[in-house]
């Protein structure tokens, strides 16, 4: 037996289980690394280290699946083109509950558990929430032991790595793969052919696609272990491979590249996750990666259905199959195409058993980011689905007009988008093949049925559900923060990392001053750590004992890092006029990616190094205020990043955010929240309370009724002291000397439209700010806060997330 239980909670001695690990990464290094123990880099005692691992892992994995297969279980699949993973050996040695003996063993050997650790890269396939939250997706699916596989692509570069090149961001591949990856399987067995374009023939009643190229995706496996080693599930990456790899005729007759070229076809299909998360990428490829992995997925599904269960008509009892946003929505042609073309259901059967499996999750109401394919790009690809598409449409519509609804509502419901240049709409598609289409925080979820999905919503009416999104408590706590949660063991015991909601315990202790001197000494010390790894990485010293506000999220206009950086700028302003006050010394931290052809958020970033710069090196704000923008955030940073949080800026443009989980991230880990009421933030506030946390701003309905109604940000600007003197400051290039007018479009268009309405919250949030200060003067009542965030968040779990959509949505639970 291992130990179970996390580190902190396991005496010091050493047992057999150590002594057992210890000589198993010898063998290890020696059989599978091929390295003697004088000779091993650190990087073969890595590889040693999670070979052993994966071995106990291994055992759980087959025990898991024989169970499913025993029990025939129903099984969720979980569809997203992105999983934001990070980092696996820490998650899978806790989850084990070998944390401490692999911890003993490798200092056996003269290793650090947490050097080795570093040598790990983040796995990053994904570009921010919405594939984070499928990576908690996962580990909760296995800590809540529903059998579950995730579906995506193995991208070979993933998310691009940031660099900051004189303040500008610079785009590099992530490499992640350089070295390996000693986690994965890959499986030859399950591979299936995957076809684009080409023609149809009818055979007797029945359409036969005949694809004019085809490429084979292969199965890549990751085992996913759950809180204390209870169930290990798949995570199954496509790879691509060239049915032909090298045309060898072609190749003896010195046309190297030509006889290459479906090889190059193939990769290029799993090469880059593309790097906008909110707004279309419109290239052809996108398109190809979505129904490459969609259609692979969807054909594994059926063939494991049908190996054991044989009548694809109890799919749904068998089959949960969740649409992680609209990339994956051509599952519901492509689930139709399979069920009728090739497994002979009539389209009636086939559309009921369709949407009895599949279900939906929109993650966005940005115009801009509701996918939509140009109708011929999409017929040329995907001849056959187009044909289903059209006819799931017509039976929709015909549905709609039975229901009596006028042509305005029927060409919204539409899934072909009539207007101008036409269109397939793959939120429209989505809804009309699920049977659940939910949102990701009660706020998102009333707009869904308010704004884009009214009509549709009208003509489902039950449709639409809520499932606010969380984040699992082992890897956002746990592991992530192991001086926190040896803190919190002490005074509540350990149930809290099986069940996020007995953190409630602490609500009895939130006064208790030695509980609050020692988390406030645990944040100190994260702050410490964070300092060292911040110069490090920058070289600008910060102070540990100033409150550190961080924003850390992707880099876009509606995130309004903007509001935040003008507001940094009047802070300086008047700590320079007003020296004498008692200011709180305080470090903003920034930090996030900003999509490669996004070119305000570009400059945002920009923006925040000139401030910093100018900021930082000002003798006469006496290190009251530093600004630091951490490069290449990614999981493994955010990890650092937010046990050292006093504040959480989560400063969304109210209505844009759909939930957020990096404001739940933050809470968990005792910061305070500064923030609009946007996402879950308002559910945040629900259960935090009004005097833990510090709102500002309009609400959505305002928000709304400003742009209805003419909203004049000019006059804002002008009404406002502070306001306009930072805006001018910034657009006359104070803080930009070598090129003045490097902000002025920036600031100009704050001024003419500012969509995100900066201008219209500075105010409030300005002074939502010294109310911050105000409460950081009373640390005691501060660190009451604190714990009364930590004590109500455990809600915000993704456990009970997971608990949700596996009752009301899948079935799969009690
Ligand atoms: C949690 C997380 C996010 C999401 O943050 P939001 O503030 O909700 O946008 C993005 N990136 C990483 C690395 C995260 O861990």
Redesign the pocket.
């Known amino acids: 037996m291992f130990y179970q239980g996390s580190p902190l909670s396991v005496p010091s001695t050493r047992s057999a289980e150590f002594t057992q690990i210890s000589d198993r990464i010898v063998e290890v290094l020696r059989r599978r690394v091929g390295k003697d123990e004088r000779a091993a880099k650190p990087h073969d005692w890595y590889t040693a280290a999670v070979y052993t691992l994966r071995d106990a892992v291994i055992d759980r994995w087959m025990d898991s699946t024989r169970r499913t297969y025993e029990t025939k279980g129903k099984r969720v699949y979980y569809l997203s083109l992105e999983f934001?993973i990070?980092r696996l050996l820490r998650d899978a040695l806790s989850n084990m509950g070998m944390t401490r003996a692999m911890e003993q063993a490798l200092a056996d050997h003269g290793f650090d558990l947490a050097t080795l650790e570093e040598l790990e890269p983040d796995a990053?396939l994904?570009?921010?929430?919405?594939?984070?939250?499928a990576a908690c997706f996962m580990e909760s699916l296995a800590s809540l032991d529903i059998p579950a596989y995730g579906y995506g692509i193995r991208y070979v570069n993933g998310m691009f790595r940031q660099r900051i090149d004189d303040g500008w961001q610079v785009e590099l591949p992530e490499t992640w793969l350089a070295h390996g990856n000693p986690w994965e399987f890959e499986r030859r067995e399950s591979a299936y052919r995957i076809g684009f374009g080409g023609d149809i023939v009818m055979q007797g009643d029945r359409a036969q696609w005949n694809p004019g190229e085809q490429v084979e995706a292969v199965a890549v496996d990751t085992p996913v272990v759950g809180w204390r080693g209870k169930r290990v599930n798949t995570l199954r990456l496509w790879t691509a491979n060239a049915i032909d790899p090298i045309k060898l005729d072609a190749f003896n007759a010195g046309d190297h590249f030509a006889a290459l070229e479906d090889d190059l076809r193939a990769s290029s299909l799993v090469r880059v996750l593309y790097p906008a998360d909110s707004s279309p990428a419109g290239q052809e490829l996108r398109l190809r990666q979505e129904y490459f992995f969609t259609s692979a997925s969807i054909q594994d599904i059926l063939r494991r259905h049908v190996q054991f269960h044989d009548d694809v008509r109890t799919l749904p009892d068998q089959a949960a199959i969740q649409l992680n946003d609209t990339h994956p929505a051509v599952a519901v042609a492509e689930l139709m195409r399979l069920l009728t073309d090739v497994h002979g259901l009539d389209f009636d059967e086939a559309w009921d058993v369709t949407r009895r499996t599949i279900a939906y999750t929109n993650h966005t109401l940005l115009p801009e980011a509701l996918e939509s394919w140009p109708l011929p790009l999409f017929e040329r690809l995907l001849p056959r689905h187009m044909q289903i598409i059209y006819a799931i449409n017509s039976r929709v519509l015909r549905e709609a007009g039975k229901a009596g609804m006028d042509g305005a509502a029927i060409a919204a419901i539409s899934l072909i988008d009539e207007g101008g240049e036409r269109r397939v709409r793959m939120a429209n598609l989505a809804f009309a093949g699920a049977h659940s289409v939910n949102g990701v925080a009660a706020l998102h979820t009333d707009l869904m049925k308010s704004t884009v999905f009214a009509d549709l919503h009208k003509l489902y009416p039950t449709r639409i559900n809520n499932k606010t999104?969380g984040?699992t408590p082992r890897r956002?706590l746990q592991q992530c923060n192991p001086g926190l949660t040896a803190i919190l063991k002490d005074a509540i015991g350990d149930t809290f990392l099986g069940d996020a909601a007995e953190l409630s315990a602490l609500n009895a202790l939130a006064g208790d001053a030695a509980l609050g001197e020692r988390v406030a000494e645990v944040k100190r010390a994260n702050k410490v750590a964070l300092a060292a790894h911040l110069k490090d990485l920058t070289g600008i010293r910060l102070d540990p004992d100033a409150l550190f506000d961080v924003q850390?999220?992707?880099i876009h206009e509606y995130?309004r890092q903007l509001l935040n950086l003008i507001e940094t700028v009047a802070l300086y302003d008047q700590i320079r006029s007003h020296p004498e006050r008692n200011w709180v010394p305080r470090v903003k931290i920034f930090g996030?990616k900003a999509a490669s052809s996004y070119h305000n958020a570009k400059l945002i970033i920009k923006l925040a190094g000139d401030i910093a710069r100018r900021i930082n090196s000002d003798p006469s704000v006496g290190g009251l205020l530093k600004v630091v923008f951490v490069p290449n955030?990614?999981?493994?940073?955010?990890?650092r990043i937010?046990p050292a949080a006093d504040l959480s800026e989560?400063i969304s443009t109210a209505g844009m955010?759909a939930?957020?989980?990096?404001?739940?991230?933050f809470a968990l880990n005792g910061a305070l929240t500064i923030g609009t009421l946007d996402?879950a933030n308002i559910e945040i506030k629900d259960r935090v309370g009004d005097d833990n946390i510090v709102i500002f701003g309009l609400t959505a309905e305002e928000v709304a009724e400003q742009r209805a109604n003419g909203y004049n940000p000019r006059a804002v600007i002008e009404g406002s002291r502070e306001l306009q003197q930072a805006v001018s400051a910034i657009a006359s290039g104070v803080f930009s000397p070598d090129d003045p007018h490097r902000y002025a479009g920036l600031m100009g268009g704050l001024y003419d439209h500012d969509w995100f309405m900066v201008a219209a919250d500075f105010d409030s949030y300005h002074a939502a700010q010294r109310e911050v200060d105000r409460r950081w003067q009373d640390q005691p009542g501060w660190r009451t806060s604190a714990i009364r965030n930590i004590a109500n968040v455990g809600w915000f779990s993704s456990d009970r997330t997971i608990g949700e959509y596996a009752r009301e949505i899948w079935g799969v639970l009690k």
């Open positions: 934001l990070g990053a994904g570009n921010g929430g919405l594939g984070r939250l999104n984040v956002w850390v999220k992707r995130k996030g955030y990614n999981v493994s940073l955010a990890e937010i989560q955010e939930s957020g989980t990096g404001n739940m991230k996402g």
